[in-house]
């Protein structure tokens, strides 16, 4: 998902990617199918036009960028004129449960990378939900299915626990939107969807994209299988409606994420954005003060084999004492991101 520190991996990685991008245009000269991962080296799927380096955007037309660059783009900002029971600001927790899955980017399966996802599964989400319970505060807990087909007990530990959390789709087995043809997208988001639905007991209503890697398909994606929300983008900090390629709106609400709310990057150690917990924590409190002002939302992205950790885990949990701590009683509606989208759909009358 992120790129590590290590000499020898950055040089394995650099003839790695100078390979496959060998491997894309030989493909694509040979006429590679549309199914086959790639499509004639064009992140567009299907759309059987060049890769980026043969097809620059500085070469565009203006038509083309318009096209290109309106294929999915932010509505209109649907911040509620004030949260439930006259809340002044909607804190947003997620946790995207990536198991092994999220260390299977093109390389063999290496014990080491996949003992690392083990531990969020195995122990961070325990520690989690135990603090969530403690603090009654539900989550939403975005899952790839092969994560549950490997650890079923993860859904019925969520779904057991108190208050009553939401599961969300996280992919089939955190693959790489952009890398996919159309069909394939739709067909391993379509699978995700129905295992989770299996699995969890209820049909998701919600999407984040594997490493939030939407795809120009996704979108349509998204609007075949009727989904409420998706929680990928980064338009903006508020909530807002997603707009098709024709300047259409959409009916789906994005809950927009960001890297500088994402404790990936900064809490893991091998990240090449590494920064202490302890100053993570300052610009968490910092982003919360001014959603809190805003009266909008303070949306995190967690993992449980990042925050899980024990001193990460601190982290999360001095940040649920200062929050309250700052914020007045009833001041602080804390939602899944299905309550969320439900209540700001209503409120906008989608």
């Given at each position: 998902?992120?790129?590590?520190?290590?000499?020898?991996?950055?040089?394995?990685?650099?003839?790695?990617?100078?390979?496959?991008?060998?491997?894309?245009?030989?493909?694509?000269?040979?006429?590679?199918?549309?199914?086959?991962?790639?499509?004639?080296?064009?992140?567009?799927?299907?759309?059987?036009?060049?890769?980026?380096a043969?097809?620059?955007?500085?070469?565009?037309?203006?038509?083309?960028?318009?096209?290109?660059?309106?294929?999915?783009?932010?509505?209109?900002?649907?911040?509620?004129?004030?949260?439930?029971?006259?809340?002044?600001?909607?804190?947003?927790?997620?946790?995207?449960?990536?198991?092994?899955?999220?260390?299977?980017?093109?390389?063999?399966?290496?014990?080491?990378?996949?003992?690392?996802?083990?531990?969020?599964?195995?122990?961070?989400?325990?520690r989690?939900?135990?603090?969530?319970?403690?603090?009654?505060?539900?989550?939403?807990?975005?899952?790839?299915?092969?994560?549950?087909?490997?650890?079923?007990?993860?859904?019925?530990?969520?779904?057991?626990?108190?208050?009553?959390?939401?599961?969300?789709?996280?992919?089939?087995?955190?693959?790489?939107?952009?890398?996919l043809?159309?069909?394939?997208?739709?067909?391993?988001?379509?699978?995700?969807?129905?295992?989770?639905?299996?699995?969890?007991?209820?049909?998701?209503?919600?999407?984040?994209?594997?490493s939030?890697?939407?795809?120009?398909?996704?979108?349509?994606?998204?609007?075949?299988?009727?989904?409420?929300?998706?929680?990928?983008?980064?338009?903006?900090?508020?909530?807002?409606?997603?707009?098709?390629?024709?300047?259409?709106?959409?009916?789906?609400?994005?809950?927009?994420?960001s890297?500088?709310?994402?404790?990936?990057?900064?809490?893991?150690?091998?990240?090449?954005?590494?920064?202490?917990?302890?100053?993570?924590?300052?610009?968490?409190?910092?982003?919360?003060?001014?959603?809190?002002?805003?009266?909008?939302?303070?949306?995190?992205?967690?993992?449980?084999?990042?925050?899980?950790?024990?001193?990460?885990?601190?982290?999360?949990?001095?940040?649920?004492s200062?929050?309250?701590s700052?914020?007045?009683?009833?001041?602080v509606?804390?939602?899944?991101?299905?309550?969320a989208?439900?209540?700001?759909?209503?409120?906008?009358?989608?």
């Open positions: 998902m992120h790129t590590e520190r290590s000499g020898t991996v950055r040089i394995d990685r650099r003839l790695t990617t100078a390979v496959a991008s060998a491997l894309t245009v030989l493909l694509a000269a040979c006429g590679a199918p549309g199914d086959s991962g790639r499509s004639g080296g064009s992140y567009l799927g299907e759309s059987g036009q060049a890769s980026a043969e097809d620059p955007a500085w070469d565009w037309s203006e038509e083309r960028i318009r096209e290109e660059m309106t294929r999915v783009t932010a509505g209109r900002d649907l911040t509620p004129e004030q949260w439930p029971g006259g809340a002044r600001v909607a804190v947003l927790l997620s946790f995207d449960v990536d198991d092994g899955t999220v260390h299977l980017d093109g390389r063999p399966p290496s014990p080491r990378d996949l003992s690392r996802g083990a531990y969020g599964p195995r122990r961070g989400l325990e989690i939900l135990d603090l969530l319970s403690e603090r009654e505060i539900p989550a939403s807990f975005f899952i790839p299915a092969v994560t549950l087909m490997l650890n079923p007990e993860v859904a019925d530990s969520i779904r057991a626990a108190e208050p009553a959390h939401e599961i969300g789709v996280h992919g089939w087995i955190h693959e790489q939107n952009t890398s043809s159309r069909r394939r997208e739709r067909r391993l988001t379509g699978r995700a969807f129905d295992y989770l639905e299996e699995a969890a007991g209820r049909r998701p209503v919600g999407y984040r994209a594997p939030w890697d939407f795809s120009p398909n996704t979108l349509g994606i998204l609007r075949e299988l009727d989904v409420l929300y998706d929680s990928s983008l980064m338009a903006d900090d508020r909530p807002y409606e997603l707009v098709g390629p024709e300047g259409e709106p959409t009916g789906i609400v994005e809950l927009p994420v890297w500088i709310l994402d404790d990936w990057p900064h809490m893991n150690p091998m990240s090449d954005r590494y920064a202490p917990p302890r100053e993570v924590l300052r610009v968490w409190q910092d982003e919360f003060d001014v959603a809190y002002r805003e009266g909008t939302i303070f949306l995190l992205t967690m993992h449980p084999q990042v925050i899980g950790r024990r001193s990460r885990f601190v982290v999360l949990r001095d940040l649920l200062y929050i309250e700052r914020a007045g009683e009833g001041d509606w804390y939602a899944t991101h299905r309550q989208a439900e209540y700001v759909a209503e409120r906008a009358g989608m």
